[in-house]
């Protein structure tokens, strides 16, 4: 193979694997924590005042590489971004949050679906044809309800054929109700911040955060159940000429 092609192919995937194994090498999930938003958070406070574009530029750029590299810390920065930045960082957090997937996405489709078909074959094949049949209603769905793991759902359309604008649609429009959820429940924590206190997150799992987010994703899911449920249509048997 080209050079040219290696570094097309792996170049995306392996400076995603440098950022992932450097996170956890230098020993920055210890530092990125409630603990330290608490004790910087007028810092944070008076920078966003004083450079809020910069800051808005440069936290959407942080958020992109953190989803793109899979870092386990999006969570935080969506609630600590509601405290800080308020109502805009739905917006900032959509747009970053669809970047990084893309780009998670564009970098599997180009090393695992070549990987999976070498090794599951006909399997994987059959897979594919159905998952790309509904890629957008089961993206959607997956995107409404996160009962799997952020960073597993930007691979998995990876082995479909599913066009990357239908990946960047269902992405974004499916991270909109729970990033606005999480930016709600961060502007609460505000004054908990601002007492050098760390919140409590045990409200995140209440019934009435994610049963209406159930009940959005279920929506999304019901054209595919529908298609699935249908009959076949009979086909009209040939007219013999007499």
């Not at 910087?40 to 958020?63: K, P, Q």
Request: with cysteine; proline share 7%.
């Amino acid at each position: 193979m080209k050079p040219a092609l290696v570094i097309r192919k792996w170049g995306l995937p392996l400076a995603l694997l440098c950022g992932l194994a450097g996170f956890f090498a230098t020993g920055l999930q210890h530092v990125l924590s409630w603990q330290t938003v608490a004790l910087y958070y007028d810092d944070i406070n008076n920078s966003i005042n004083t450079h809020r574009v910069a800051t808005y530029a440069g936290f959407m750029l942080l958020y992109t590489s953190i989803v793109a590299f899979s870092l386990p810390v999006a969570s935080l920065f969506t609630l600590a971004a509601g405290a800080l930045i308020g109502w805009p960082a739905i917006g900032l957090i959509v747009v970053a949050a669809t970047a990084g997937a893309s780009l998670l996405f564009c970098a599997a489709r180009g090393v695992l679906k070549d990987v999976s078909r070498a090794r599951a074959g006909p399997f994987i094949k059959k897979l594919e044809t159905g998952f790309t049949a509904n890629a957008f209603g089961y993206l959607l769905f997956l995107r409404l309800l996160p009962i799997a793991p952020f960073w597993m759902v930007n691979i998995l359309p990876a082995f479909s054929r599913m066009p990357l604008l239908h990946f960047v649609t269902a992405t974004a429009l499916g991270i909109i109700p729970g990033t606005t959820v999480y930016v709600a429940v961060g502007r609460g924590f505000n004054h908990v911040l601002a007492a050098r206190k760390t919140p409590d997150l045990a409200h995140l799992n209440a019934p009435e955060i994610w049963l209406p987010l159930a009940g959005l994703a279920l929506l999304a899911l019901l054209p595919t159940l529908y298609r699935y449920g249908k009959p076949a249509a009979k086909q009209e048997p040939p007219n013999d000429a007499s």
